[in-house]
C-alpha cells in the first residue's frame, strides 16, 4: 500500500499506530493521540512523539522518540508523518 492508498482507505482497515496515524491524517489529533498512547510497542512511540511533536509539546516528543529508539525529527511534520507511515506499511 502506497501512503497515497493509505489516505484514501476506510479507517477499518487499519489498528495500532497506523489507525492513529490515519486519525491524525484526517485532522483528529485528539482521537489520534487516545489511540497512540495505547500502542505500547515502539511504533506507537515514534507516532506518540510525532504528535507531541507536532502539539509543540517538544519535552515530551523527545521522551517518546528515546522510548521508539528514534532520533528527535527534524523535517518538517508533513515529511514525518509519511515516513512513519511508509515505513510501518513497509514491514507490513
Not at 32 to 47: L, S
Not at 67 to 88: F, H, N
Request: proline share 1%; no cysteine.
Amino acid at each position: 500500500m502506497t501512503v497515497a492508498e493509505f489516505r484514501a482507505a476506510e479507517s477499518s482497515e487499519f489498528t495500532g499506530a497506523l489507525l492513529a496515524l490515519w486519525w491524525d491524517g484526517r485532522g483528529d489529533w485528539q482521537k489520534a493521540h487516545e489511540i497512540a498512547q495505547d500502542v505500547p510497542d515502539a511504533d506507537g512511540a515514534w507516532v506518540h512523539a510525532y504528535l507531541h511533536r507536532k502539539e509543540g509539546d517538544l519535552g515530551n516528543a523527545a521522551y517518546w522518540y528515546r522510548q521508539a529508539g528514534r532520533e528527535t525529527a527534524k523535517s518538517d511534520l508533513r515529511s514525518e508523518w509519511e515516513q512513519i507511515v511508509r515505513e510501518i506499511l513497509t514491514r507490513g
